[in-house]
Antibody
C-alpha cells in the first residue's frame, strides 16, 4: 500500500523558515517524480514544486521560486521542502504527492500557518 | 502560464442525475489533462488522467473526454458519495496549474 506521511508543519512568523518532510513507503521511491501541492484554507489547489526521480531536475511555481527548495533522499525514501522567507499568503495545507504531472497518491498534508 | 477555467463553479444535483463539468485551457494542451475529486478535510483523489483514462479503482460512472483546449468530466448517475469538489489540472508544461474547482452539492 502506498503511504505518504508528512511532518514539520506548524506556526511560523512572517519572514521565518520551516522544513517539511515526507516519508514514502509501499513503492520504489527512486522510480518516481515527486511533488508538493498546497491548498490555502477554503481555496483551491496550488502546485508548489516537483523533483525528478534522481533529484537532477527541479521546478517551482512562480509564487515560491527563489524562496522554497525541494529535495529528496532516495536512500531514506524521503522528500523535503525547505521554505524560507515565508509570507502570510503561504498559509496552507501542504500535500506530498507521488508524480510529477499526474498526481496519483497524496499524503494527508500538514498545515503551515504564517502569522505574527 | 496556462490558465485552467472550470464551469460551473458550483452546481446542485440529485442522486441519479447526469452531471457534466467543463474545463477550458488558455492554450492547447493535447490530452495532458487530469481530474481530481476532493471531499471536505481530505486529500484530493485522482479520477481521470490523460483526459479520458479512468484511474484504477474509480467507478465507471466517471468518464472524461476532450482534447486540445476543451475537456469534460461526466458523472453518468450521481451517487451520494459523489458530492464533492472537482478540479481539473494540466500537465502539459510547468507550472502545473489547476482549475478553480467545481462544487457539486445536493439539491
Amino acid at each position: 500500500e502506498v503511504q505518504l506521511v508528512e511532518s514539520g508543519g506548524g506556526l511560523v512568523q512572517p519572514g521565518g523558515s520551516l522544513r517539511l518532510s515526507c516519508g514514502a513507503s509501499g513503492f520504489i521511491f527512486s522510480n518516481f517524480w515527486m511533488s508538493w501541492v498546497r491548498q490555502a484554507p477554503g481555496k483551491g489547489l496550488d502546485w508548489v514544486a516537483n523533483i525528478k526521480e534522481d533529484g537532477s531536475e527541479t521546478y517551482y511555481g512562480d509564487s515560491v521560486k527563489g524562496r522554497f527548495t525541494i529535495s529528496r533522499d532516495n536512500a531514506k525514501n524521503s522528500l523535503h521542502l525547505q521554505m524560507d522567507s515565508l509570507r502570510v499568503e503561504d498559509t496552507a495545507v501542504y500535500y506530498c504527492v507521488r508524480g510529477g504531472g499526474k498526481f496519483e497518491y497524496w499524503g494527508q498534508g500538514p498545515l503551515v500557518t504564517v502569522s505574527s | 502560464d496556462i490558465q485552467m477555467t472550470q464551469s460551473p463553479s458550483s452546481l446542485s444535483a440529485s442522486v441519479g442525475d447526469r452531471v457534466t463539468i467543463t474545463c477550458r485551457a488558455s492554450q492547447t494542451i493535447s490530452t495532458y489533462l487530469n481530474w481530481y475529486q476532493q471531499k471536505p478535510g481530505k486529500a484530493p483523489k485522482l479520477l481521470i488522467y490523460a483526459a479520458s483514462s479512468l484511474q484504477s479503482g474509480v467507478p465507471s460512472r466517471f468518464s472524461g473526454s476532450g482534447s486540445g483546449a476543451d475537456f469534460t468530466l461526466t458523472i453518468s448517475s450521481l451517487q451520494p458519495e459523489d458530492f464533492a469538489t472537482y478540479y481539473c489540472q494540466q500537465n502539459y508544461n510547468v507550472p502545473r496549474t489547476f482549475g478553480q474547482g467545481t462544487k457539486v452539492e445536493i439539491k
